[in-house]
């Protein structure tokens, strides 16, 4: 059985920092490149960031580029989103997903459409 499971969020003041983890069962992380989208109240689901079964492509938002850093320990069979000088905009559930079959590199990583397998999603708010 396929879960991920998302960890990490909380409350944080602007400028502050967290650590967000995906831990995956059920397949070998090795195989799958993984994704980090987000969703806040009344918004559609944004693509944050993606990261490559073998971490040699690293995809950002826009929104994000030099203020969060992706990566991931398949010994651990998990995908981290390290997420510095955090904003109040950047208020959302966090979800974690990966495709329905071993994909090494996402040719289109910002679509939730091409992914299959979704986390249950943690909550990170930023706010003073």
């Known amino acids: 059985q396929v879960q991920l499971v998302e960890s990490g969020g909380g409350l944080v003041q602007p400028g502050g920092s967290l650590r967000l983890s995906c831990r995956v069962s059920?397949?070998?992380?090795?195989?799958?490149?993984i994704g980090w989208f987000r969703q806040a109240p009344g918004k559609a689901r944004e693509a944050v960031s993606c990261i490559s079964s073998r971490d040699n492509i690293r995809n950002y938002a826009d929104s994000v580029k030099g203020r969060f850093t992706i990566s991931r320990d398949n010994g651990k069979n998990t995908v981290y989103l390290q997420m510095n000088n955090l904003r109040p905009d950047d208020t959302a559930v966090y979800y974690c997903?990966?495709?329905?079959?071993?994909?090494?590199?996402?040719?289109?990583?910002?679509?939730?459409?091409?992914?299959?397998?979704w986390g249950q999603g943690t909550q990170v708010t930023v706010s003073s």
């Open positions: 059920g397949f070998s992380l090795d195989d799958y490149a």
């Open positions: 997903a990966a495709p329905g079959v071993p994909i090494a590199t996402m040719m289109i990583w910002d679509s939730p459409s091409e992914y299959d397998y």
